[in-house]
């Protein structure tokens, strides 16, 4: 049995996605960042305070990767370590005044990046994909691992 792999929704999904981030890898390229820094930047204006461990787990690395990345923005006084006040093993990460501008570029680049991939793309059907892509995420979230069957 052949498969169509250009109408295969878990390879368009997987090839979509890389797409984005390679074209998101060029734009951060060109402001002298990496995909991952503006990451860490954005996550940490969502959440300030966040531990590098935590950072980690949101951007699905290695907490030694988060570690790099933070030592690169601070040196480029876009980030700081400030100790946790009660364990401090911790290290909570914060955002210099300096981040503002680096931010506003990631936007732009994140505005900009939305428009051409969604180019010739209606409202309507921007949100029907959004829509969809929910509900796929719904039910992966509220999968239990003990259903999953085994293969004979």
């Not at 796929?136 to 085994?150: Q, S």
């Amino acid at each position: 049995m052949s498969q169509d792999y250009d109408h295969d929704l878990f390879v368009l999904l997987h090839d979509v996605a890389r797409l984005i981030r390679v074209e998101a890898d060029k734009r951060a390229r060109l402001h002298g960042m990496t995909r991952a820094q503006w990451g860490l930047l954005l996550r940490l204006e969502r959440n300030p305070g966040l531990s590098q461990k935590e950072i980690a787990d949101l951007l699905e690395v290695e907490p030694i990767s988060v570690a790099r990345l933070v030592d690169r923005l601070a040196a480029r006084g876009l980030v700081e370590r400030r100790a946790d006040a009660d364990d401090r093993r911790i290290w909570r990460l914060h955002l210099c005044p300096a981040a503002t501008g680096k931010l506003r570029q990631i936007k732009e680049q994140r505005d900009e990046l939305a428009d051409f991939v969604s180019d010739g793309i209606t409202r309507t059907e921007r949100e029907t994909v959004i829509n969809v892509l929910l509900r796929i995420k719904r039910n992966l979230l509220a999968t239990p691992a003990e259903t999953i069957k085994e293969s004979a």
